[in-house]
């Protein structure tokens, strides 16, 4: 079936650094897509999204990449801090479909002073 | 309010016992949803409320587990004779419209679900 996936589960890199965090889908369907960061006992924030006719889209240090023909996502976080550890998740879905909206399990970004 | 809240923000029980979760979206808000989120794993999706439609329940891991939304704001899950795996982080979302892609989920900080 379609799934939505992350390739590392942990990321852990020094402060000023950059991070890149990735993400497969297999849904070749999906035409949104959302990055969120959810830090220990809060819910999900959104962060960055790009819809499918983009392959790039840029918000104050985060960078979502998409490549449609792999079917791969990443966020690029620039000049990584400390307030950056997290866990970040991608998710996707259909165009306009709010409720079949998946889900990657996360990948948790731990920043070393 | 200012975002998505939700009560109670733990809740330990034991096996058996029914809980009720509360959840306050964002004031205008027309589109409602509950995900549940177990350790290590993506978000689930549970049901979606829009506007005064039928729910979409779907997600709904079996007829233990509903959820209602008075006067098209606060929604209450429930889950009835708890077992050990709905032990969870169970979130809700709202947004301002359904099904439009743009409208971005805003969550709530969650309720962390024990069962004993």
């Known amino acids: 079936g379609e799934s939505v996936g992350l390739h590392l589960p942990t990321l852990s890199v020094q402060e000023g650094d950059n991070s890149i965090i990735n993400c497969a889908y297999s849904?070749?369907?999906?035409?949104?897509f959302i990055w969120y960061k959810q830090e220990s006992g809060k819910g999900p924030q959104f962060i960055i999204d790009i819809r499918s006719n983009m392959d790039k889209r840029q918000g104050q240090r985060v960078t979502v990449l998409l490549n449609k023909t792999v079917k791969h996502l990443s966020l690029q976080i620039a000049a990584t801090q400390p307030g950056d550890s997290a866990v970040y998740f991608c998710a996707e879905r259909e165009k306009d479909n709010n409720n079949d909206m998946r889900f990657g399990a996360g990948t948790r970004l731990t920043v070393k002073p | 309010g200012a975002g998505v809240s939700q009560s109670p923000s733990n809740k330990v029980t034991e096996k058996g016992k029914d809980v009720e979760l509360r959840c306050d979206p964002i004031?205008?808000?027309?589109?409602l949803y509950w995900y549940r989120q177990s350790l290590g794993q993506g978000l689930e999706f549970l049901i979606y409320f829009q506007g005064n439609s039928a729910p979409d329940k779907s997600g709904l891991p079996s007829d233990r587990f509903s959820a209602e939304r008075t006067g098209g704001s606060v929604s209450t899950l429930t889950i009835q004779r708890t077992q050990q795996e709905d032990s969870a982080v169970y979130l809700c979302?709202?947004?301002?419209?359904?099904?439009?892609?743009?409208?971005?989920?805003?969550f709530g900080p969650g309720t962390r679900l024990t069962v004993l």
């Open positions: 979302a709202s947004t301002y419209r359904s099904g439009r892609a743009g409208d971005t989920q805003y």
């Open positions: 004031s205008g808000h027309t589109a």
């Open positions: 849904n070749s369907a999906s035409d949104y």
